[in-house]
């Protein structure tokens, strides 16, 4: 028996700040989207459905439906196809979204069914937080990965169970919208909270105010919100479409994030450490298990049996130590190339340096 570890690539953020359009980093507070859910039903699946038997809210569903056009299949109980699956459709309502519209749509299985490819979701009806339908959705699905299975082998790619539907479900009814004048005081949300580059936006903001209204309107509030004053005779969206296209330079925090699942680490391009000596040793462990049939000798009346020869043996790599300064991210990349470790080796390193001290960087380990 042979134990096999995969591990993922390791990603740098390398590359000098960009300046960005204030547009694609804020969001002005008030307007937002409005989650809508649902519970409907998939049909002309080839097979791939939930069993009735496992999934009773489905054979209810599939009853229940029928039984609103005229088909009365409850006293006979004989339902047993696998072509039907119970999902949840779920969808986000963008603002200011007006009636007729169409939005996509996501369905995601609720039973035991293996795939919902070639399904078609039955109209649904799309309810918000406070129980109103907004939205009806029906519609052929596409799904992305697959599931192929044998009697000894089963090859799956992505999720087949979850599929999206473009443009699946027309609004009925528009969402609710702020109680605030849309002529009133304005305030930018960032989207990565930062005083610095909450400063950056006011003054872009307030640089071009002074050349186009004389005056400035923007002031910064804290490390998540800009506040703006509307200028005299203008509309709030004209005013946002205006500063929406400056752009300002986006500082980042020093954060390491590491995902010890697949073994990917993402580091910011300030992250720093201090110098220190870092060596890593790998111990690997091998346990292989050969079958072998012990067989009686004759006319002693025994019987064949099967043992297993169990081999251990153990390998610890050669260390090497090296000195680790990174005053830039490309001299840290450098060093850890250096000492030649995989993912799983520059996790630990990175770990055991945050415990030293010498990591200038938040860690988050997701």
């Known amino acids: 028996m042979r134990r096999t570890l995969v591990v993922a690539f390791v990603l740098f953020a390398v590359g000098a700040r960009a300046d960005v359009r204030i547009k694609d980093i804020t969001t002005p507070i008030g307007p937002r989207d409005y989650q809508l859910i649902g519970y409907g039903l998939v049909i002309g699946l080839q097979g791939t459905g939930d069993t009735l038997r496992n999934a009773p809210f489905t054979e209810q569903s599939a009853s229940a439906l029928l039984d609103r056009m005229g088909v009365n299949v409850r006293p006979n109980n004989t339902m047993r196809t696998r072509n039907v699956a119970a999902v949840m459709v779920t969808a986000s309502l963008p603002p200011f979204v007006s009636w007729g519209s169409t939005i996509d749509v996501t369905v995601s299985s609720l039973g ?11 109209l649904t009806s799309l309810t918000g937080i ?3 339908v907004y939205a009806i959705a029906q ?19 992505g999720v087949a169970t979850v599929g999206r539907i473009p443009n699946g479900a027309t609004i009925e009814r528009e969402p609710p919208r702020p109680s605030s004048s849309p002529d009133g005081p304005l305030v930018l949300q960032l989207r990565n909270p930062d005083y610095t580059t909450s400063v950056h936006i006011a003054d872009a903001i307030n640089g071009f105010t002074r050349a186009r209204y004389k005056s400035e309107l923007a002031q910064e509030r804290d490390d998540r919100s800009v ?5 005299k005779g203008a509309h709030a969206t004209r005013f946002l479409a205006e500063i929406g296209d400056l752009r300002v330079a986006v500082e980042t925090p020093a954060r390491v994030v590491i995902d010890e699942r697949t073994g990917t680490v993402v580091i910011g391009a300030d992250v720093q450490i201090s110098p220190v000596a870092v060596t890593h040793g790998g111990l690997t462990v091998r346990i292989t298990e050969t079958p072998e049939v012990s067989q009686p000798a004759p006319m002693s009346n025994g019987r064949t049996a099967v043992t297993n020869q169990t081999t251990i043996s153990a390998a610890e790599q050669s260390g090497q130590v090296a000195i680790m300064a990174g005053p830039t991210l490309k001299q840290l990349v450098r060093g850890l190339n250096e000492i030649g470790l995989k993912p799983t080796g520059i996790i630990s390193i990175l770990q055991a340096i945050k415990s030293a001290g010498a990591l200038q960087a938040d860690v988050v380990i997701q």
């Open 112 to 122: 035991d069914a293996t795939s919902l490819i070639g399904g078609t979701l039955v």
């Open 130 to 132: 406070d129980g109103a």
């Open 139 to 157: 519609g052929p699905i596409a799904v992305s990965g697959f599931a192929a299975q044998g009697q000894n082998e089963t090859l799956t790619h």
């Open 227 to 231: 506040l703006l004053r509307l200028p």
